[in-house]
């Protein structure tokens, strides 16, 4: 049965999903039951299903992905705006919303330009224009993601070496570490879920 959840996407996932280079998003493996530490099992008080994340049989195989298995859904949400500064209860459609990602917020209207960026996990389910289908799910240390899963994650790939040569490593430290490094610092190698994605029509 495909499933449907919800996730927040940073900007730079969602410019490279608007364009159809999202392939993989990268998140923290945070604990959801009381007392669980990462690498213990998980008990029966977790509320999704367990996706076999590994095949050697490690306590990981009893992880539930919290962004779910091969085939289900994920609704993307993103930083947004009122485009006419309505209140929140306001809004009516999608044509109230301005995404800060893509730009399209530079044509708003004067009276908009005063209204706080919102965070994606406020906004309503119904003005996503992403919508993301799961196609695998791993479990590793962050430091064991490659350059071509950097490319998958989308990154913009500005930083270059000395010798001028893209650098892929501190594409991901930075954009791993504006996001989850007050908790989840690069340099500590945290375990991450890698999930393979696709972007679909909703």
């Known amino acids: 049965m495909i499933a449907t959840r919800s996730i927040n996407l940073s900007e730079h996932e969602v410019l490279a999903a608007l364009d159809d280079r999202l392939g993989l998003v990268v998140r923290p493996v945070r604990p959801t039951v ?18 076999n994340v590994q095949e050697d049989g490690d306590p990981w195989d009893d992880i539930p ?5 091969p085939g289900d859904r994920l609704v993307c949400r993103e930083t947004w705006k009122n485009r006419w500064g309505h209140e929140f209860n306001h809004i009516q459609d999608a044509g109230d919303i301005l995404y800060r990602a893509d730009g399209e917020y530079l044509t708003a209207k004067e009276d908009a330009a005063d209204e706080p960026w919102r965070s994606p996990a406020t906004m309503p389910a119904w003005a996503s224009r992403i919508t993301l289908e799961v196609e695998g799910v791993k479990v590793c240390r962050a ?9 998958a994650w989308g990154l913009t790939l500005k930083s270059k070496d000395e010798q001028g040569v893209i650098d892929l490593a501190r594409e ?12 989840y610092p690069w340099e500590s190698s945290p375990w991450v879920w890698a999930v393979n994605v696709k972007r679909v029509l909703a």
């Open 34 to 51: 009381k007392g669980c530490k990462v690498g213990a099992y998980y008990t029966s008080k977790c509320t999704v299903e367990p996706v």
């Open 65 to 69: 992905c919290p962004f779910g298995g």
């Open 143 to 151: 430091f064991d993601l490659t350059g071509k899963d950097s490319l």
């Open 172 to 183: 991901c430290r930075d954009a791993w570490n504006h996001r989850y490094g007050k908790r």
